[in-house]
């Protein structure tokens, strides 16, 4: 809907169409980037914490199952 007393030529329209599709774009980029930041940066915690986690268990004092008994909250494994 064009402003009273002013027309919009389709000229522009498309001009400034065309210009946020590009801004979408460049955003889409740099969000799809800080994603997969994000997602080798939970890889490499894990992997940290699993490292951690079995240097535990290996200097324990306990078994692998008494262990798994513990960590499951459960009487059996």
Known sequence: MARAGRKVSIRSLDEKIAKQQESLAQSKKKYEDE??????????????RKEEL?????????T??????????TGDV
Request: charged share 35%.
């Open 35 to 48: 994603k997969a930041g994000l997602a080798e940066l939970l890889k490499l915690r894990n992997e940290l």
């Open 64 to 73: 692998f199952e008494e262990i798994l008994i513990f960590i499951k909250g």
């Open 54 to 62: 079995m240097e535990a268990v290996v200097k324990s004092d306990k």
